[in-house]
């Protein structure tokens, strides 16, 4: 039912973005497709960290490998967009795969370099073969509206209308995927991997495709940017591009969708934003460190009137408080203690004393 | 289904480079409830964690029936039908009431999955009407309900408890032992019960098991131990 | 024409054919006089807007970010003074950290959304190969590329496109000629930068120099994660070569470390360098920075260093267009130093103005980039340009001089060559001429 549900919001979302994408200007429509790659990358990634509790500081790697793949599928073997795209989320998720067998042997800080390593030293491979990838200029290709939509239809509105229903599509399939017994299993494991264990539940292998499902996001999201942009190069994907989807993530509230996409928009169009808002009350664009302070300051100001990121601001604006302990960012918080403690046969005491009593089964029964 | 024996032999186990447990043997029978008893840092957890694959063996066997145990990983453990209700954490705090008695049923049959979800609904009738509640906002009695409810929706043949009564009212702490007592003889379920409330766990026990640094001391029928005033001064304290 | 409306197919396909034949008579016939009117994307009858994309922070920033605001010091210049056909030049350049994504996304916020005129200065090479093949596919002029690609020059793939400063493969032939002519029989070693500014500096240099006499090729990654380790390697080997003459094309903080290792290892050559890393005043700054020193020890380490200039001598202060800019640079931008980066900028500027009053009062985009094919007088080079129809390249030649006391001395007059293999290098022998005295052109 809760498919069915999601397919129909998905579709009426789907129709509601394009036509939004069609009455805009080409720029916002590039911006809108901008958002729309990025929310799906912040999505994956909110997913790995906020439901399945693993951390990679690495995921513009996945974007890199999305994006190439798509660019040399496009450029030499001509393929359909669609299935470009597709192909990307498949070779990216494998990467993640690779990551993931290795992440479920790491802890902690240990995990966080590795994926860190990654995102480093992924892009050097486009250095190192020149041939293929293009070294520093990276690797041109274009992108043509289909046919069916007219010679007049704006290559920047097609870009749009592709990444919002790529986006639309993702965040249907994560939606099903978090009610399902994968994401409940995943937030067990993150909560509390010991008792997920002891309930059955195959905890390596549910966090490696937790891994490959994020990078496979991250694939569709590298594949996205490339084909808006219409080019791949490896400044497009460095450790700071990794670092700001982590941003995203926190900003937009750890393990949540919706949160995911406020994240991939304050990314996406706040920088741009201060830039001209810097420009027209007085600072001359030579000093170019105004907007990149603003947006610093907007980051720390999002943080502290939001602690739980934004969507934790907007539930509890709408809706009744939630335990305060039972935060994602807390749970984290706790099992990064527990495993600090790992090894020691104590295990943590419950706090609450049974004071009232409970109503246990009947014996008699 | 006929209940199921457990048997623990010679094993050697431990985190570090010290083993903890050191060539423990402990045979539970089927049907039967086993407390194993002993002070702080006695084994009695590792001896369960042990059981239930978190932590290696390093020499001696573990078998379910004629089923070797040893050194598999925990979910095959838990498929092989040894549910582990481990101490004070058992409870996932962010998921539901429902979502994590959804856990315990994993381990079934896709068609038996609603029966029997019901079936533990009708029988901790407290868990139904906070189903939708998210287990952060149980009681500690209730959360120590849940666990329990959650372990026994895999249908498990042998049943691990460690401290089950660790935090709770005294009050509550009977209705637990009372509850242990009812699985074994309704459900022929074989349980060994980790307790320092060496009282309250041979009150229920068949036989009991008492570990001092890593070893098994003593071995007997829990009203033998209950008796024996020098073991009970010395490694029991009451 | 740079946006449609959705109309369907006729009326579209009309309104284009419309507007190209607009368009071919615009560019026939440049009116040279008549109201000022808003007759390209950009142009209003007071303003012409432009736009760039610039390091403004970053790894290339230093140096380099001071050429955008010594561009716009030229421009405010022009409009103080009657401006292009009384329009006010609006410069708007954006910082792209030198990252090509930023790079893509910032130029589309310009032609898509604040509508420039044209695309002027760019700067870099990844960076703007990143963006010109869709500055291209938009027809907006793009003017005067800030980078020695040879890769501009591509009239029939990238008609908008053009080069300013003389390309890398020109310059290590003017360089290579000279150093085969003052260098006979010595042992001469390549340091360059492993992308297509060192490999068409090398490619330039080996039209030259005879591959007997090169003893060593070292090539650094320009982005290794440790540069100063990377060079030590480098020089190490060079010194292992034996090398008399090591030629480098570098990047300024490359080739302060170069310096630097050849300090630590007891190694002199003859050092020659690309006029990409030898303005003085930005070399010696590096050089104190990273020695921790101050005062004079930078400019006593490229005392003696042998370069190439396509543009006068800020040492010269006869020269007309060295005093004009810096009276430019007096009045606008004193905080910033009065280097080889901010000559730069000012030149291109002066350049893009040559181009914009060529291209008439009431110009189109397609008029703008008709002047440039057209052919550019020279003014602030010292050398032609290149530019016609069929070539896209800017300047044509360069000087050799020498550092001699933190300016550059020229060892002789200007050469002029081409991009092929066995185009000569010959002397310029026409004399640069002079600035308009009211420093517009």
Redesign the interface.
Known sequence: MTLARNAGLGIIACVVLLVLCSKLDAYRQYQMAQVAATVVAVAGLTVLIGVSGQLSIGHGAFMFVGGYATALLVLHLNWPLALAIVASAVVAGLAGGVMGVAAARLRGPYLAGATLMLAVALPAVAYQWQGVFGGDQGLDFTVNTPGFLGASFQLTEWQGWVCCICLVIVMVLLANLLRS?IG??W??L???E??????????ARLRVLAFMLSAACAGVAGSLLAMTMLNVTPGAFTLALSIQLLTAVVLGGLGSLAGAVWGGIILVLVPPFLTDFAASHGFSSASASVPIAGYGLVLIIVMLVFPAGIQGGVRRLLGPV??A??G?VS?IGRRLARRLEE?S?T???????????????D?A? | MPASSLAVTDVVAG??STP?LNGVSITARPATITAVLGAN?AGK??LLRTI?G?VRTRGGQVRLDDVSLTRL???HI??AGV?????????????TVE??L???L??RRRADRAAALEDAYR????LADRRRR?A??????????L?IA??LL?APRVLLLDEPS????P??VA??M??V??LRDESGLTVLLVEQNARSALSIADQGVVLNLGKVVATAAAGELAADVALRRHYLGF | MARYRKLGLAPVAALATLSMMLAACGSSTPSSSGKLQASAPGITATTILIGSHQPLTGIAAPGYDEIAPASNAYFQYVNAHGGVYGRKIIYKYLNDQYNSSITTTVVRQLILQDHVFAIFNGLGTPTHLAVAPFINAEKVPDLFVASGCACWNAPSTWPETFGWQINYIREGKILGSYVAAHFKGERIAYFYQDDEFGLDGIKGLGYEIPASQVVAKEPYNVNAANPAAEVGTLTAALKASRAQVVIAFAVPAFMALLRLSELSLSYSPQLVSSSVGSDPITISGLLNAYAKKSGSFGDSLIQGMITDSYLPSLGDTTNSWISLFTKIHNEYIPKLPMDGNVLYGMAAAYTFVQAMFKAGRNPTRQDLVNAVNSGLPQGVSVAPYAYSATDHDGITGAYIAEIEKGVLVPLGPTQVTDNTPTGAVTTYTTAQPAAPTSGIP
């Open positions: 017994r409940r299993s937030r067990a993150r909560d509390n010991t008792a997920a264990a002891l309930a059955g539940l195959n905890v939630a335990p302990a039972t994602p749970a090894g046969t295990d943590a005491r419950q706090e609450g004393v049974d004071k009232e009593g409970t109503r246990w089964p014996t029964n | 985190y570090n903890v840092g957890t590792t239930s978190f990983a925990p979910d838990a498929r549910a582990h209700v481990p101490e004070g954490q058992g409870v996932i705090t962010e998921l979502e994590n959804k856990l315990g994993l381990l029988k901790f009738s407290i998210h952060a906002t149980l009681s500690g009695g209730e959360r120590q309900m666990v959650r372990a895999s660790l935090g709770l009212a009050k509550v209705q637990v009372d509850l007592r009812q």
